[in-house]
């Protein structure tokens, strides 16, 4: 069974663009994650989408919104790009109904914001 | 608010030795399932171990094995025999269940611990 993929893998805006991060779930998975990982911060929860309906949300601004598409592939949108959004976007998947819920992430987007 | 520590930044160990890699969490849900993660120089993070709160038994999933004690509120990571491939940073993580059972996907992770296996 496939993996988790993301695209793009790598990626350089400038200060002020918008950026559109795209994530395939697993075959049968329903529920995406999305986490933003920086040296600084670490690894942080954006959100969550479950059946096309945001289910979580992280401390993050407005700028960075996401949405889930009926085929459970989802996107996150980062407008008004600042230098501070340079991350690792790494986004996951999980099986629901599973004790375990455990989450199945994919290779990540490398943002650099110049 | 969930708390995870991990007060290890780096360790090192010699292959085919056992290593345990520290976590402590702090949280005031009864009910919780805790990872623990491996992530490569490539970044893409690998689901290596899971223990949920009411789990009498402590996991074991191959090589690894996870040291819980409530009380102390500890989920430490044992690898044993460690492997060249080993070498990765380890996140230990927490989950909070929403009461039902629902249990959402929002993991709380801690600083992470970079393992360096020698041959």
């Known amino acids: 069974k496939a993996g988790v993929t993301q695209t793009p893998r790598y990626l350089i805006k400038t200060r002020g663009q918008q950026v559109t991060l795209s994530c395939s779930p697993i075959?049968?998975?329903?529920?995406v994650s999305w986490y933003q990982q920086t040296p600084g911060q670490g690894l942080q929860f954006l959100f969550e989408y479950f059946s096309e309906t945001q289910r979580n949300k992280g401390n993050f601004p407005g700028r960075f919104s996401g949405r889930q598409f009926s085929n459970s592939r989802s996107e996150m949108n980062v407008s008004t790009l600042e230098l501070g959004d340079s991350a690792l976007y790494l986004c996951?998947?999980?099986?629901?109904?599973?004790?375990?819920?455990?989450?199945?992430f994919g290779p990540g987007t490398r943002l650099t914001v110049t | 608010a969930q708390k995870i520590t991990q007060t290890q930044p780096g360790m090192f160990v010699q292959e085919k030795e056992a290593v345990t890699l520290d976590c402590t969490y702090d949280?005031?849900?009864?009910?919780?399932?805790l990872f623990w993660y491996k992530q490569p120089s490539s970044g893409e993070m690998i689901f290596l171990i899971y223990?949920?709160?009411?789990?009498?038994q402590n996991a074991t999933e191959g090589r690894y094995s996870l040291n819980f004690q409530k009380a102390r509120k500890s989920a430490n990571l044992v690898i044993s025999a460690s492997q060249l491939g080993d070498s990765a940073m380890y996140f230990c993580a927490m989950r909070e269940q929403r009461t039902g059972g629902t249990s959402y996907g929002k993991l709380t992770f801690g600083q992470g611990t970079i393992l360096t296996v020698h041959p």
């Open positions: 075959s049968g998975h329903r529920s």
């Open positions: 223990q949920g709160s009411y789990d009498e």
């Open positions: 996951a998947s999980s099986l629901s109904g599973t004790r375990r819920y455990e989450q199945y």
């Open positions: 949280t005031s849900d009864q009910s919780y399932g």
